[in-house]
């Protein structure tokens, strides 16, 4: 077969397994508002669908349309976005609101061009709103496309070399139905998702039979990829430290991926240290009590692991803490932290 038909074979296949095989639901599937397109693309970015499910849905609950989202407080959105992590997605998502509703009369822009001038659109982004929304043909490239391409065509270049990602979206540009690009984009990102997955049920693959990985058995070999990430790790001691019910607390305004959000006072190391010898160094001047200390927390960031953990302090009404706020524990509830920090406080309550 030439290699323009196995492209046609392949497209055909995979469109008749999404008409007949195809069960994966989502809220947004089939979606035309370009706002709810838009808002559930930057809420998957780097999230799974299980996760990111629960966040659409409580967005479009709070802020239907974009003219709401655009008047909303900063804060009222981090709280919302709170877990989902990657926050500079949520700071993007605000300004990208607010450019829309008052700089371009809540239209969003219909091409794939205009939608990626958008903050925080990179070009799948781009592709997958320009071609749900508005049909436009483009194709999407994301891991699971990617995992899909290089299987079924046994395609051996490094999907994150420079090389590679021309080749790949050369064929997924090729593949696209003209009929239906948002359909067809839908389909083999499912397909990926729920078929040929990392570890693929290639036994009821309705592909196999022209497979290349499979009829060549380099199925686990495939997708390669040229680098390998190196993982960091980091250690977080957060002082809880009290005052006649109230907490001592910052908004973080540095330039880190925590920018805008919140955080107890903060001791960092690039390695595990002894709590209570900590205590004694960070704060042996000052009248304080320890009266607890949790055991170690753990976040893993895609390249960097963030080990927590808190120390509960008292101390006595007539002291001061330099550069934070005092707030009670409902007050507390109503900011957004960073998802290790928020994840400890449900499970920890401050009362
Ligand atoms: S046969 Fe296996 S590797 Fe090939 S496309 Fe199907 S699931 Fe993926």
Not at 157 to 183: R, T, V, Y
Not at 293 to 311: C, E, N
Not at 315 to 327: N, T, V
Request: glycine share 8%.
């Amino acid at each position: 077969m030439t290699d323009k038909g196995s492209q046609k074979w392949f497209t055909r296949n995979l469109l008749k397994w999404n008409r007949e095989k195809n069960h994966r639901a989502m809220p947004w599937k089939g979606e035309k508002d370009p706002y709810k397109v838009w808002l559930s693309e930057i809420i998957l970015q780097q999230t799974r669908v299980e996760q990111g499910l629960e966040y659409y849905n409580k967005f479009i609950l709070k802020f239907p349309t974009i003219h709401s989202l655009a008047k909303a407080k900063e804060d009222t959105v981090f709280k919302l976005w709170e877990g989902l992590g990657y926050y500079s997605r949520c700071r993007n998502l605000l300004k990208t609101a607010q450019i829309i509703a008052k700089e371009r009369g809540g239209v969003f822009p219909d091409t794939y061009e205009g939608i990626l001038e958008l903050p925080g659109i990179g070009p799948y982004t781009a592709a997958a709103i320009a071609s749900f929304a508005f049909n436009r043909k483009h194709a999407v490239l994301d891991g699971n496309v990617f995992r899909v391409l290089s299987r079924f065509f046994a395609i051996d270049l490094p999907i994150d070399s420079g090389q590679g990602k021309k080749i790949f979206q050369d064929k997924a540009n090729q593949l696209i139905d003209e009929g239906g690009p948002g359909a067809y984009n839908q389909a083999i990102m499912d397909f990926g998702a729920t078929v040929c997955k990392p570890l693929p049920d290639c036994g009821s693959c309705p592909l196999r039979s022209r497979c290349g990985a499979f009829q060549s058995d380099r199925v686990v070999d495939l997708p390669r990829k040229a680098k390998r990430i190196e993982k960091k790790s980091v250690w977080h001691y957060y002082f809880i430290i009290s005052k006649n019910g109230k907490y001592h607390y910052r908004k973080r305004e540095d330039s880190g991926i925590w920018k805008g959000l919140h955080e107890f006072i903060l001791f960092e190391s690039s390695g595990p240290l002894n709590p209570e010898l900590l205590f004694d160094k960070v704060l042996r001047a000052k009248p304080l009590e320890l009266i607890g200390i949790s055991d170690v927390r753990k976040q893993q960031l895609t390249h960097i692991a963030v080990h927590g953990v808190f120390l509960h302090v008292k101390m006595p009404a007539f002291f001061r803490m330099e550069g934070y706020q005092l707030g009670t524990a409902e007050e507390l509830a109503k900011k957004a932290f960073p998802r290790l920090i928020a994840a400890y406080l449900s499970d920890n309550p401050l009362h």
